[in-house]
């Protein structure tokens, strides 16, 4: 079980940090992943991370303003969030895969949490 946290109201330029906690120690030997829905739209992949940390992807869109981490001690990943704008208004979803590593394909990822409500203002 997932869930995630840390999401709220931001202006434009700001920054919040998204935490996802893992209830089950198996995830520490999964990738996780971050994905974002925003009103409207369809689910899309914004970051990866493998399960030691080595490899991180990033959508284009987030790339340079975002940073994926993870603790594997404590269960967490976290989703660093810098220079928000307001096309970053979205649901955020923290998600483990079935493998140690994943580019970000959303079909690599099995377990989902309930997702954390970002809103940018401008």
């Known amino acids: 079980q997932l869930q995630a946290s840390g999401g709220g109201l931001v202006q434009a330029g700001g920054s919040l940090r998204l935490s996802c906690a893992a209830s089950?120690?198996?995830?520490?030997?999964?990738?996780l992943g971050w994905f974002r829905q925003a009103p409207g739209k369809e689910r899309e992949f914004v970051a990866a991370?493998?399960?030691?940390?080595?490899?991180?992807n990033y959508a284009d869109s987030v790339k340079g303003r975002f940073t994926i981490s993870r603790d594997n001690a404590k269960n967490i990943v976290y989703l660093q969030m810098n220079g928000l704008k307001p096309e970053d208004t979205a649901i955020y979803y923290c998600?483990?895969?079935?493998?140690?590593?994943?580019?970000?394909?959303?079909?690599?990822?099995?377990?989902w949490g309930q997702g954390t409500l970002v809103t940018v203002s401008s």
């Open positions: 991370i493998s399960w030691r940390g080595e490899v991180k």
């Open positions: 998600a483990a895969a079935r493998r140690s590593f994943s580019s970000g394909n959303e079909a690599d990822f099995a377990s």
């Open positions: 089950d120690r198996r995830f520490s030997n999964n990738a």
